[in-house]
């Protein structure tokens, strides 16, 4: 038991003299949820993993898991992260060997497709990996979508590598002791790549020399593949990629493979040479019984190609857009889908069929977006027409016209692409139960959610404020507002039952002159809402502390905001606010934090009046006698 939370389960790897050990954990205030956890011991990695730690949580991709918070215990330093479920590329490819069979080419340029942007985000904030590998790709249950993990090895761009990188995954100048690179993740990805393609370990696939790479004579790329994925092999600085977005624009070109699907494994190898491509031979006979050619796929390998990311219905994607033509990619996402905000032309997309076709790089990349839809398993029409409005809202000069096929509307068609991108991320925060409705959600879904919080003695405004709250992550900020216009209203619907599903309630009495405290643990990106039993007629002092992410705001017991949202601070509060009084604190960071919440009631004081002192009724002195008699004993 670590700090009284995690509770470790079992030992992923290690114990490791520069990763340290992977422990599979549950997180016991958060509702058993599993976790991951590194334990490192050696000071030289503490140091490392303190000084990169909060760069990695700062990342928010939905393909890289959540970096939490971090201990330390005695000697060790430990790091927490989310669980991600799903299967790593190296189970899967071990469970295609079972069956004579190997990733085939459309699998691994989706996969690098998909990857690539992922790299770009965690060399855009100056780290590397550092060991990209098989086992270090996870495709994910939920989507199918891969997910990079174990940032064990995680360095600067410009530091000394690490040793401990997985065997033949990482070049040669790595181990020679050349300063961290971004073309060092690119070229363990091109390996991880032919890996896949072959099902061969590294060093089976270097030629004799060392200099070149090898692959079976059955596997047939398309020049461009090939040329691609050799420059991601090569360690030549004049021919390596400068960086991931170049590799990535470079494979964009690239047409989607005819074989989409997994391929019989081939046993042959020869050199791979750039100038020369592969002849298909004719395949080897199978070593498994032949099965008849109508033969169906039994219920147990159905169930198997499923845990394989959910790839058939990417695949059956890719296949119908291979019949149908070019320019199915962008009737597919686009055509008739029209808004009805403005009129169209013969050359809008919702108008009608075009004479002309997109190139196939916008062919393929409509493609993969439609596969990512169906895998998120999102309304297409309501995608669309949420898009669209993005698109129509950014530029209302257009009128409502949206981007045709024309090469003048190349611009508009990248920004609409790179809008569905960004609504996507955005979507695949949401759990795949509230993702499939979106496009039928309706102001009845959530309010019985806000009912039962306000008959708990939730005042309304703080209720809106807990769907804001869950807003922000969802919509842009001028789309936030209390229920906007449709299709955003359906992530407002979705953020706010997202919000209200688990709200705790917290519940403390302010006694006069003795503070009560109050800790508690907040999740990330969740909220906390403390009920506060004020005496009548008393004020309030609240002293909150936090993590500087987290933000208060104090409302009254009549729903006003006593206390705008902004840092955790102490207030002092008016004798009128009465009582409940309720403190809503979220947590904007990327990992959980405590908070702890001191209050006092203060009682008004009573106007002292100073007391009246009774006054002595003053006796006047005798006169004095200006002639007086003589004393006869003095004479005087």
């Known amino acids: 038991m670590l700090v009284e939370r995690y509770r470790l389960e079992e030992r992923l790897s290690g114990p490791d003299p520069v990763q340290g050990s992977l422990w599979r954990g549950v997180d016991l205030l958060a509702g058993e949820i599993p976790v991951v956890l590194r334990q490192v011991e050696s000071p030289v990695s503490k140091q490392r993993l303190q000084r990169h730690w909060p760069v990695l949580q700062a990342i928010l991709h939905p393909q890289i898991p959540r970096c939490g918070e971090q201990l330390e215990l005695g000697e060790a330093l ?22 004579q069979m190997l990733f085939g080419p459309g699998e691994v340029l989706l996969l690098l497709r998909q990857l690539l942007p992922v790299l770009a985000v965690v060399h855009g904030r100056g780290l590397v990996h550092g060991d990209v590998n098989p086992r270090n790709l996870l495709r994910r249950s939920a989507d199918g979508l891969p997910v990079l993990l174990d940032f064990g090895l995680v360095q600067a761009e410009g530091e000394n590598p690490l040793a401990g990188a997985t065997s033949g995954y990482a070049p040669r100048a790595q181990g020679r002791g050349e300063c961290c690179a971004a073309w060092m993740d690119l070229h363990a990805l091109g390996v991880s790549s032919l890996v896949l393609l072959t099902g061969r370990p590294p060093e ?3 030629a004799p020399s060392g200099e070149s790479w090898c692959w079976p004579e059955q596997l047939v ?11 991601l092999l090569s360690e030549d600085p004049q021919r390596r990629f ?15 493979p005819e074989q989409s699907g997994p391929m019989a494994r081939a046993d042959r190898t020869v050199p791979l040479a750039p100038q020369a491509i592969a002849v298909a031979e004719p395949a080897l006979p199978s070593l498994t019984p032949a099965a008849p050619p109508s033969r169906r796929l039994s219920r147990l390998e159905e169930r198997e190609l499923g845990a394989e990311g959910r790839l058939w219905p990417v695949v059956g994607a890719l296949a119908l857009s291979a019949l149908v033509g070019s320019a199915i990619g962008w009737f597919l996402l686009s055509r008739h889908a029209s808004l009805g905000k ?7 997309v919702v ?11 916008e062919v393929d990349e409509r493609q993969q977006l439609l596969s990512r839809l169906r895998a998120l398993q999102v309304d297409r029409a309501w995608f669309l027409k949420l898009v669209n409005t993005a698109v129509l809202d950014r530029f209302p000069e257009r009128g409502g016209r949206l981007p045709s096929d024309d090469l003048e509307d190349a611009p508009l068609r990248r920004v609409w692409n790179e809008l569905a991108e960004d609504w996507l991320a955005r979507i695949e925060q949401l759990p795949p139960t509230l993702r499939s409705r979106l496009g039928s959600l309706n102001q009845d879904d959530w309010s019985v959610q806000r009912a039962e919080l306000v008959k708990q003695g939730v005042t309304p405004r703080a209720v809106e404020q807990l769907v804001s709250a869950g807003a922000r992550d969802l919509l842009p900020g001028d789309a936030r507002g209390l229920q906007p216009e449709e299709p955003y209203r359906q992530l407002w619907y979705a953020a706010a039952i997202e919000s209200l599903r688990d709200v705790q309630i917290e519940q403390v009495e302010a006694k006069p002159r003795i503070a009560t405290n109050l800790s508690l643990r907040i999740p990330a990106g969740g909220a906390r809402l403390i009920s506060v039993i004020v005496p009548a007629g008393a004020g309030l002092v609240l002293g909150i502390n936090g993590t500087p992410l987290m933000e208060m705001t104090v409302f009254g017991a009549d729903g006003d905001v006593r206390a705008e949202r902004g840092p955790l601070r102490v207030s002092t ?3 009128d606010l009465g009582s409940p009084v309720q403190v809503l604190i979220t947590n904007d960071g ?26 002595r009724r003053r006796v006047p002195l005798p006169e004095i006698d200006a002639e007086p008699i003589p004393d006869p004993a003095t004479g005087e």
Not at 242 to 256: G, N, Q, R, T
């Open 78 to 99: 430990w790091t927490v992260r989310d669980w991600q479920e799903g299967v790593s590329y190296a189970q899967l490819l071990h469970q295609r060997e079972q069956r």
């Open 204 to 206: 089976q696939l270097l």
């Open 221 to 231: 790329l398309t020049a461009d593949f090939q040329e691609a994925l050799q420059r």
């Open 242 to 256: 400068a960086d991931a977005a170049s590799a990535l624009a470079a494979l964009k070109s690239v047409p989607m």
């Open 342 to 348: 403005g009129p169209s032309t013969a050359t809008d």
């Open 351 to 361: 108008g009608q069929p075009q004479a002309t076709s997109l190139p196939p790089a």
């Open 573 to 575: 509060l008016p004798p």
């Open 590 to 615: 990327v990992s959980s934090g405590s908070m702890t919440l001191s209050c006092r009631a203060d009682q008004p004081r009573l106007r002292q009046q100073k007391p009246v002192l009774e006054r």
